[in-house]
């Protein structure tokens, strides 16, 4: 971009001592903050007679002509010395009053940013690479990771800055390969370096080694304590990506969202957009749907015809009987078992887990995707090699009221797995997987682990604060998390020291089992010979696309 389009201002503190100001507002929406605070020119907040021109007092009486605002001394000087908190950490305004409109396509393009970081940045031509949302269980070795990679080396080779984000796939994968070069972050919300300093260091902690600091500049149109929605904030972050890009690729952008649209405004104006698709045409087929089978046999399958696309194959709404094998535990309060009724082992199963396991960083994930290292897509196999490679379940704080870390470990057997099975629309991920490690009850029960209390909702502040960890809430959206009958113990769990005879594998496949015992010597439950799935005549393994990547053979197990 040129000089003479993006102005960085000297960096006084008068807009943003209104945007402090105006971040106590609750009634003026995003867009009359930013009309306010680009209305005004720039002002030393040291001086009380500018400061008054701009800001009064709502006590003091009105003079002359109204100002612009009207707070309590009080909110003034609070929003003064958020101003110089924020100068001091390096944030400024970039104005777009310059740009010209053959650039800025998209129609109210916000006039002003707030940023921080390199702005250098802003001085090259520049390009973005545009996708629709992408499932992260389908990225390893993918076609659509290839095709980003030999995008980004050729905007490199050309010198463009490229504009991206963060927060999802595409966005993720593009931040991640031009690291190291220059970058414009375009933040999906407020920019964090205007946050509080717990929130901010925590946002940095969780990016470390992510984002090459000293090569990119962050920059939103949102003001901090602006009240508006995720998808609001990822909307108007990929509009102002689009918007300060001058050539757009476009990689597998499905029709009628918001990057189709974007991709329209950018094609009326002249603005370069290349068309990249790597998704094979959809295609019709028969397809099995498999419910639990009455007699206690299994499964039975049902053939339906529907279009297949490149999702998981799902379940039909048979799926997800947890209460099943629940034996009168549903009841709210009812899990206490007594020492006779305690299995010999407790399971922790495991799944797909697309993202950073526990423990591995963001970039530490990102790279081993695009690095197509082993194990690097996080299917269900992947965290069970991953687990026993470490002799370690890490424990997730992850739907625990208290937050605290905790491993899950559950008495159902494996053959009893299918009655707690089922598919997360939301998540696109399967609730459990076929994989996983038992412990002996008895040596789990001297670490420490004990039975979930299930209840109501109200039975949790009830319950003493050091017991609140094990609190699980009976049902909950139509599930009954009783069903499965879970323990949970405090912190990590290491097994390294468990002789090998109190600790079992459950691996999903015959091939699992295999593969499996070429590394680790553990004994071994193979989850498909405890279930009746009987193969269905006539169809292949291709006919169903596996959501995680897994080598065993989908059609005779997960659906």
């Known amino acids: 971009m040129n000089d003479d389009t993006w102005h960085t201002g000297p960096r006084n503190l008068g807009k943003l001592f209104l945007t402090a100001i105006l971040s106590k507002s609750r009634v003026l929406n995003l867009e009359a903050k930013l009309r306010l605070i680009t209305a005004v020119p720039e002002f030393d907040i040291d001086d009380e007679e500018m400061v008054a021109h701009y800001v009064r007092p709502a006590s003091s009486p009105t003079k002359t002509k109204k100002p612009l605002l009207r707070y309590t001394t009080a909110s003034q000087k609070e929003a003064a010395q958020k101003a110089r908190v924020w100068g001091s950490r390096g944030v400024f305004i970039l104005r777009a009053d310059g740009l010209a409109t053959k650039r800025v396509f998209i129609p109210n393009f916000p006039s002003m940013l707030f940023a921080w970081g390199n702005p250098a940045a802003a001085a090259n031509p520049t390009a973005a690479i545009l996708c629709s949302r992408q499932s992260l269980a389908r990225l390893p070795h993918s076609s659509f990771l290839e095709a980003l990679k030999s995008i980004v080396s050729l905007t490199a080779q050309a010198g463009d800055t490229i504009v991206s984000s963060y927060g999802t796939a595409g966005y993720n994968a593009v931040t991640t390969l031009n690291r190291g070069s220059l970058t414009i972050v375009v933040c999906p919300g407020a920019l964090p370096f205007m946050d509080d300093e717990n929130r901010l260091q925590e946002f940095l902690n969780t990016h470390n080694g992510f984002f090459d600091l000293q090569n990119t500049l962050f920059v939103t149109s949102t003001p901090p304590k602006t009240t508006i929605s995720a998808a609001e904030g990822m909307f108007l972050r990929d509009r102002i990506v689009a918007g300060l890009s001058e050539t757009l690729f476009a990689v597998d952008v499905r029709p009628g969202g918001n990057m189709e649209k974007i991709i329209g405004y950018a094609m009326k104006s002249g603005v370069s957009v290349q068309m990249v698709n790597t998704m094979p045409p959809r295609r019709t087929r028969q397809r099995v749907r498999l419910v639990p089978n009455h007699s206690g046999e299994g499964y039975v399958g049902i053939h339906s015809s529907t279009t297949l696309g490149h999702g998981p194959l799902r379940p039909g709404s048979g799926m997800g009987y947890a209460n099943s094998a629940g034996d009168g535990h549903d009841k709210p309060g ?109 040596i789990l029960a001297q670490l420490g682990a004990k039975p979930v209390t299930y209840g109501l909702p109200d039975e949790y502040h009830a319950m003493p604060s050091q017991e609140k960890y094990l609190f699980q809430v009976s049902r909950s959206k139509g599930y009954r998390w009783a069903g499965e009958l879970e323990w949970r113990l405090r912190g990590d769990l290491c097994f390294a020291h468990i002789p090998h005879d109190k600790v079992v594998v459950v691996a999903a496949s015959k091939e699992d089992v295999t593969f499996l015992r070429s590394r680790f010597n553990y004994q071994i439950i193979c989850w498909e010979t405890l279930v009746c799935i009987p193969r269905i005549p006539g169809l292949s393994q291709s006919d169903f696309p596996s959501p995680h990547g897994q080598t065993y053979n989908k059609l005779d197990l997960l659906r």
């Not at 963001?362 to 996080?378: F, I, R, V």
């Not at 009893?416 to 412990?439: A, D, N, Q, T």
Request: hydrophobic residues 30%.
């Open 334 to 442: 009812t899990h206490t078992i007594t020492p006779p009724d305690v299995p010999p082992f407790l399971y922790h199963y495991t799944k797909s887990a697309p993202g950073p396991w526990p423990g591995q960083s963001l970039a530490e994930y990102w790279n081993s995707l695009l690095n197509n290292d082993p194990h690097s897509g996080h299917s269900g196999r992947d965290t069970l090699c991953k687990i026993l490679s470490e002799q370690r379940i890490r424990g997730s704080d992850r739907l625990i009221r208290t937050r605290e870390p905790v491993v899950c470990f559950s008495e159902l057997p494996p053959e009893k797995l299918s009655s707690i099975m089922r598919w997360r629309r939301g998540l696109r991920s399967w609730s459990v997987e076929p994989y996983g490690v038992g412990i002996h009850a008895a």
